[in-house]
Structure formats: C-alpha cells, structure tokens
C-alpha cells in the first residue's frame, strides 16, 4: 500500500487493530428513520466512543460539524428505496471529485450477492474501486441482504466477502452469524467489521454478539439503529467501546452500560 491509503485506513482501524463505526446513513433509502430525524443532534453525544461515521454526502454536508467530525466513510451507493420493488437495485451515487472535495478518508458501498442486481452492484464496486486506488482511498464493501435476512448464514455470508475482498475491498462490513463466524472471517483476506441489522431486542443481545464477534475474528464493528434507537444512546456507546478497544467482557460491558445509564437519570 502507498503512503496515502496506509495514513486514511490508520484514521479508521486504530492502533490496537479494532474500530468503532457509527453509520447515520440509513435515510438514504428509509427517510427520516425513528431517532435519526435530525443526525446532527443524534451524533453529538455519540462521537467520543466511535472512530468514523459512515453517511451520505448530503447529511455530511447538512448536519456533521466539519470542524469538530471524525473521519468520514462516505455512503456513494444508492437509488433504491424501502417502498420500491428491490432495495438490491441500486447504482454509484457520488463522483470521485466529489468523494475528493468532502475530503472522505474511506467510501462505502453495498453488494447484493445472489440477488437479480448481483452483477451490477459487483460492478459498482470494482467500478468504484478502480477509481479510489488511483487517489488512495479505502473502499469499504458492505455485503447487504435487502429484505432477505435469512441470508444471515455463514455460508451465504463468506462467499459475499470472499468475493468483496477479491473485487478490491480493503474493509468488508457483513452481518454476524451465530454459527461459524470464524469461517466468514478467515475466508476474507481483508478485514470484517460487523454490521449490526434490525433493532436487538435488549442491550445484553447487542453486547453478546459484538463480543462474539471479536473473539472470532472481526476488528470491530459498524452498528447504528442498535445505538442510537438504544433507549441510553451513551451508555450503548461506551458499552460498546469497552467491548471493541478495551477487552471489555460481555459481563463488564453491561455493568459499565448499567453505570452510565443510571449516572444520566
């Protein structure tokens, strides 16, 4: 790697291997998503216990403070929307002067293997991936399921970042599964963060799996609606810090959570 994509990949991966991505993208096909009406309001507390947001170019622009943000993975793939006929259909929204101007230390962009649109969303990768490695920027392939989520099997979930690493990616964002995750994480020659899907049903679920996760492979993760639809957003955050650069147990985790919670009332 050249100096330039080595410097924006140690902005996002720390120096103890491990990351903490806050995505605040999910307006670009849900709307005004349930605590993310307004982001700017939403990720103000949130910023010290995460080391990159991941959004789109229009809430970057509108709602992060450029003086005071951390780095930015930018969203640069979409034109689907939950009231559409396939969320998998989606092309490369933002050009490479634009990624330049907002001055992105890394892009994301959603695959959709086994869907109809599987081609064109390995395409928009390989696409974007050409471009990026020419200015030494970092893409990130998130391997999305659109509606599938019975697609969240380590089988399914492998041959999706196997193939995003194969494209290029140097970060592949997947889903965590409950059985053989270490699979998914030593076929992927790059590293894996972990996505964080629907609303866990308790903060013990989120801990648990995020833990997991860690211990069999994953340098950290990249959850959004399991933290700031959390009902103590702070706590969630720095529960889940301790767990990613820490070596926070499941059980420290929670009582840190059980702290900073009641510490706010």
Same mark, same amino acid.
């Given at each position: 790697m050249d100096w330039g994509i080595k410097n924006r990949l140690s902005k996002l991966i720390q120096p103890d291997g491990h990351c903490f991505f806050l995505p605040i993208d999910h307006g670009y096909f849900q709307g005004p998503t349930r605590c993310l009406e307004e982001p700017g309001q939403t990720i103000k507390p949130l910023l010290p216990f995460c080391d990159a947001l991941f959004v789109t170019r229009g809430v970057l622009r509108s709602c992060v403070d450029a003086a005071a943000s951390k780095p930015i993975i930018l969203r640069v793939s979409g034109g689907t929307s939950m009231v559409g006929k396939d969320l998998a259909n989606e092309g490369l929204?933002? &050009?490479?002067? %634009?990624?330049?101007? *907002?001055?992105?230390?890394?892009?994301?962009?959603?695959?959709?293997?086994? &869907?109809?649109? %599987?081609?064109?969303? *390995?395409l928009n990768l390989s696409q974007l991936v050409n471009k990026c490695e020419d200015y030494g920027i970092p893409v990130m392939a998130v391997t999305a399921v659109g509606k599938e989520m019975e697609k969240r099997q380590a089988r399914y979930l492998a041959l999706s970042c196997r193939i995003a690493a194969e494209l290029g990616a140097r970060v592949v964002k997947t889903y965590w599964c409950d059985k053989d995750f270490d699979k998914v994480v030593k076929g992927c020659p790059v590293p894996v963060v972990m996505a964080g899907g629907p609303k866990c049903k308790n903060e013990l679920e989120v801990l648990e799996f995020v833990y997991d996760g860690m211990q069999n492979g994953a340098i950290g993760i990249n959850l959004g609606r399991n933290v700031w639809q959390n009902a103590h957003p702070v706590a969630m955050a720095r529960a889940l810090w301790a767990i990613i650069h820490e070596n926070a147990t499941v059980k420290g985790a929670h009582e840190l959570f059980n702290e900073v919670k009641n510490s706010k009332k």
């Open positions: 929204t933002t &050009s490479i002067e %634009e990624i330049i101007r *907002l001055n992105a230390t890394a892009v994301g962009v959603s695959v959709f293997v086994g &869907s109809d649109y %599987e081609h064109q969303t *390995l």
